[in-house]
């Protein structure tokens, strides 16, 4: 499930358009013995004002957001899940440097990242 995501941040950069995202995100489910398992329901996109600011798929043809750029100041919320309640979600704003989770704050706990996707949520363990 990780790899999925990984594999869709790693793509959501500048120089690639939403359909070289798609294509990743397509990839990365083959790759996890789950082809066309984005299907299985909405995978995100660029977000903004609306859920969602455009409706995009891979394969989406007769489209024109697969051509559109991954450009810098974009949101996007990505959420690959797999049967059984694998699933992640996080927002993130696109730099020309790379991505910017923004989904957590100060003080929250979170793993080291890898791969040049920032670091990732954990659970908050509150003990009293």
Do not use: C
């Not at 789950?34 to 004002?49: F, L, T, V």
């Not at 394969?59 to 810098?72: F, Q």
């Amino acid at each position: 499930m990780r790899r999925i995501e990984a594999d869709t941040l790693a793509a959501s950069r500048p120089g690639h358009s939403y359909g070289d995202v798609l294509g990743a995100l397509d990839r990365g489910y083959a790759h996890e013995g789950a082809e066309g398992g984005w299907a299985g329901h909405y995978q995100g996109g660029p977000i903004g004002y609306a859920q969602r600011e455009f409706e995009i798929a891979p394969g989406h043809g007769g489209s024109r957001w697969p051509a559109v750029p991954v450009e810098p100041g974009h949101a996007i919320a990505w959420n690959p899940s797999l049967p059984g309640g694998a699933k992640a979600e996080d927002t993130y704003l696109v730099r020309a440097g790379g991505l910017e989770r923004v989904t957590t704050g100060p003080g929250w706990p979170a793993d080291e990242g890898s791969h040049g996707i920032p670091s990732r949520p954990l659970v908050l363990e509150v003990h009293s």
